[in-house]
Nanobody, 114 residues
Framework: QVQLVESGGGSVQAGGSLRLSCKVS????????MGWFRQGSGKEREVVAL????????WYVDAVKGRFTISQDNAKNTLYLQMNSLKPEDTAMYYC???????WGQGTQVTVSS
């Protein structure tokens, strides 16, 4: 059974850090397919980071460049999103996704207070 399970969300003050994890089970994912999205209240879902856009290059939306880092642990079949210098505008539900399979996790809430 294919499952993507996120964890690591929570409530932090501005300037704080969180590390999100996405445990993938049921198959071994392709790094080209993996990424993190987020959806704030009343907003459309947006892509935040992609693990591999070719040649091992990661991609980030401008709003998080220099603050967020996407990574993986192949042995654990797990995707991560390290989020530093968090801002109130980062508040959202964060989702792990396998874009190739159109598989999504249940999401983990990140709330950043000023």
């Amino acid at each position: 059974q294919v499952q993507l399970v996120e964890s690591g969300g929570g409530s932090v003050q501005a300037g704080g850090s969180l590390r999100l994890s996405c445990k993938v089970s049921g198959y071994t994912y392709n790094s080209y397919c993996m990424g993190w999205f987020r959806q704030g209240s009343g907003k459309e879902r947006e892509v935040v980071a992609l693990l591999n856009t070719g040649g091992g290059r990661t991609w980030y939306v401008d709003a998080v460049k220099g603050r967020f880092t996407i990574s993986q642990d192949n042995a654990k079949n797990t995707l991560y999103l390290q989020m530093n210098s968090l801002k109130p505008e980062d508040t959202a539900m964060y989702y792990c996704t396998d874009r190739c399979r159109n598989s999504w996790g249940q999401g983990t809430q990140v709330t950043v207070s000023s």
